[in-house]
């Protein structure tokens, strides 16, 4: 009998981070570029965090006429603000939001993102999959960080999902929101925009109606971040053997240093600092 695969879990939900937000990126970005360079594959990883009141730009948002007035009193009313890697929109974070990353190597023949969305999508269907509750996935109109792989609940947008590619490895990184107000974490995205996108032409940023998101909680699942995050590792628990942690290791730490400076580097370069 062949030994069920590793897989490996960085866990941090069960507290809210309040440090940069960068932080947790710079993690999976340490990852995918240790699995790019091994010559041998290593165990994927899948990270979950939350964090305090933040908004996560994507690279777009950040060339917007008005980014960086709009960044400015986001920060003065306490809220970060950063810019990360992979694709995708103005996402809000706050406690009841989950992010779950998915890390893992790839061929560097095959630069399809399909497969790499759909194993995302998979595994938050399946962790859902006791609860009864039919999840579509599909652009949902009005929504923040629109995209085709939106994962929704009654036409209810509760989960969006953005990628980065490396030459050998992928990074797939999920938003779920698990409890609190959808139309509330929607206000906040709309309202970055209306103060961003002044002056943009049409289509340069998404119209965002706050009334097409939902939380997990608002969908009737009970249970919140912590039934969530206990869901995806009964999940992982069927597909191998799970390792879990609940910080960076140590042999990590460098690296993820690393690209912690790069990532807030590279936040300079678009004028977020």
């Known amino acids: 009998m062949n030994p069920m695969p590793v897989i ?3 866990n941090t939900a069960a507290s809210i981070q309040c440090g940069d937000v960068l932080v947790p990126f710079s993690i999976d ?4 570029r240790l699995a790019a360079r091994e010559t041998e594959p290593v165990p994927p990883l899948v990270h979950l965090w939350r964090h305090r009141r933040a908004m996560v730009l994507g690279a777009r948002d950040a060339k917007l006429p008005n980014a960086a007035l709009a960044v400015r009193l986001l920060r003065e009313r306490g809220c970060q603000t950063a810019v990360r890697h992979s694709g995708g929109a103005a996402v809000p974070l706050d406690g009841g939001v989950v992010n779950l990353s998915l890390v893992m190597p790839a061929p560097a023949h095959d630069l399809t993102p399909e497969p790499h969305f759909e194993r995302m999508a998979a595994l938050i269907r399946e962790a859902l999959g006791t609860t009864g509750k039919r999840v579509q996935t599909g652009e949902v109109e009005g929504a923040y960080c629109p995209g085709s792989y939106d994962l929704s609940i009654d036409g209810f947008k509760f989960c969006g999902i953005a990628q980065r590619r490396l030459t050998r490895a992928v990074v797939v990184q999920a938003f779920v929101l698990t409890e609190g107000s959808g139309r509330t974490y929607g206000e906040a995205a709309r309202d970055f925009y209306r103060m961003a996108g002044e002056g943009a032409p049409a289509g340069a940023f998404p119209r965002v109606v706050p009334e097409r998101m939902a939380s997990l909680s608002e969908l009737g699942m009970s249970g919140g971040a912590g039934a969530f995050a206990g869901r995806v590792r ?5 597909l191998g053997t799970v390792e879990e942690m609940n910080a960076c290791p140590a042999s990590l730490e460098a690296d993820a240093k690393r690209s912690f400076a790069a990532l807030r580097a590279r936040n300079g370069s678009v004028g977020l600092t």
Request: glycine share 8%; no cysteine.
């Open 8 to 10: 490996r879990m960085l």
């Open 234 to 238: 009964d999940v992982l628990a069927g």
């Open 29 to 32: 970005e340490a990852y995918a």
